[in-house]
């Protein structure tokens, strides 16, 4: 076993985007109308603030575009943390969709990470300045490179670097697998390694190990395991290259060597002699990872069946607050069933729905049943579509008397490699007591 400590926080939270941003935000990044290409955003920092007293900044970058409809602007995406570094190189970058005929405005803000358990909270958050931008001049920026002033109040709190690359190909979901250990490493301090792709111009990192400690006079990372678009656009051949750098806990990471290479060239296992010692590439490979479409084309079968929770904790179906309300219209469970259902059923091919309930008393048994058939026959549980599944439902709504604890078990046992269980829960948000 090694010794390893972590050289960066990879912690990544996603954007909570909802209503008319969320639709906006989709818009923005999956339209394939109009001349719109997908462009992947590298991002880097020089010389920030330091925001820390006793050690460096932690920062990360958020990403926002304007929301035409009202001027606000809708975060789009995030890097990653990076401790005690005032520098930082970001392995995560952020995809976006670039439209030619259209102005878009972005908008880069930069903050030291204070709250690690809560980075969804940017007030949490030590602001350290912010750049805004139109995504054609990162696009039309010599080299597609962008160096903006990241302000604060009128002070410039450091740089904020953009790469824009374009994404040509559509490229697979495929893995790269593999190992990486140094044998004979001369260093007693921690080591990781970066792994970097090219676009022809420049490298930027698309993966960082964690730091590790020599034993035994080895290092062995952690297996990697890669999209292959994000590391070579599925051309093995692409070059890339590996950098070596000697971890120190406050940020002033040494490099130690650098080597170009090509995945094709490993593929079978490679050695590398270098100053701090044998770099040894193991057990590569790339994983076939087949697309939806792929599934579907090769003979899937999609049998949908669902799973209702009737625990005490929704709320008795006559209270204003319960999620099974009576009024259909405020009812959570047929707007959920409505949502997933109308699309998950057109891939069934007899739209023959199993419909189980759970955490209730059913009538004419005095305990809870954590598995009953919805429409009264565990033998034959089936009714046929969505709206079959809905008037069962409300037909069955109050004749159960909601009880629990909430238990899985028994559902489980209808389970099979072909048949999974789609158990259909909704979480209600306790109010804090002022």
Same mark, same amino acid.
């Given at each position: ?151 604060? =109040?009128?002070? +410039?709190?450091?740089?904020? $670097? ?6 040509? @190909? &559509?490229?697979? %979901?495929? #893995? ?94 490679? =050695?590398?002699? +270098?100053?701090?010692?044998? $770099? ?6 790339? @994983? &076939?990872?087949? %697309?939806? #479409? ?116 028994? #559902? ?23």
């Amino acid at each position: 076993m090694c010794g390893c400590t972590t050289s960066s926080d990879a912690t990544t939270e996603s954007a909570a985007v909802g209503g008319d941003n969320e639709e906006l935000l989709e818009s923005q990044l999956y339209a394939d109308d109009g001349l719109c290409t997908t462009t992947e955003i590298h991002v880097s920092c020089q010389n920030l603030a330091d925001k820390d007293v006793f050690s460096k900044s932690d920062p990360f970058a958020v990403l926002y575009f304007k929301n035409k409809k009202n001027g606000q602007w809708v975060e789009t995406g995030r890097t990653e943390v990076i401790d005690d570094n005032l520098n930082p190189v970001f392995v995560k970058s952020i995809i976006v969709k670039y439209f030619f005929e259209e102005r878009q405005p972005m908008r880069f803000e930069v903050y030291d990470a204070d709250d690690k358990k809560d980075l969804r909270n940017l007030k949490k958050q030590e602001f350290i300045g912010a750049a805004e931008f139109a995504l054609h001049e990162a696009i039309r920026a010599k080299d597609q490179i962008l160096r903006l002033p990241l302000v604060d =109040k009128g002070k +410039s709190n450091g740089t904020i $670097i953009l790469h824009a690359e374009e994404v040509k @190909e &559509k490229l697979s %979901s495929n #893995l790269a697998h593999m190992t990486i250990e140094c044998y004979g490493a001369v260093k007693n301090s921690p080591m990781f390694y970066r792994l970097l792709r090219s676009d022809g111009n420049s490298f930027f990192p698309v993966y960082q190990s964690e730091a590790c400690r020599r034993r035994n006079g080895n290092i062995k990372w952690h297996k990697v395991k890669i999209p292959t678009a994000g590391l070579f656009r599925d051309d093995q051949s692409k070059p890339l290259r590996i950098e070596l750098y000697e971890y120190f806990s406050n940020g002033n990471h040494k490099l130690l060597e650098t080597r170009d290479f090509q995945f094709v060239s490993i593929i079978d296992g490679f =050695k590398w002699e +270098s100053k701090v010692g044998v $770099i040894v590439f193991k057990d590569v490979s790339v @994983e &076939k990872r087949a %697309s939806f #479409l792929e599934y579907l084309f090769g003979g899937c079968q999609i049998s949908l069946a669902i799973a209702i929770d009737f625990t005490a904790s929704n709320n008795d179906p006559d209270m204003p607050n319960s999620l099974h309300s009576t009024n259909l219209q405020k009812n959570q469970y047929v707007q959920a069933i409505r949502a997933i259902g109308d699309i998950l059923q057109e891939y069934d091919s007899d739209k023959n729905i199993p419909v189980f309930g759970f955490g209730a008393k059913v009538p004419g048994f005095k305990s809870a049943s954590h598995c009953f058939a919805l429409n009264g026959n565990i033998f034959a549980p089936e009714v046929h579509t969505i709206d079959g599944v809905l008037n069962t439902y409300t037909k069955n709504l109050t004749k159960l008397h909601f009880s629990g604890p909430v238990s899985y078990t028994h #559902l489980r046992a209808h389970e099979t490699p072909e048949h999974l269980v789609c158990r259909l829960l909704l979480e209600k948000k306790k109010k804090k007591k002022k």
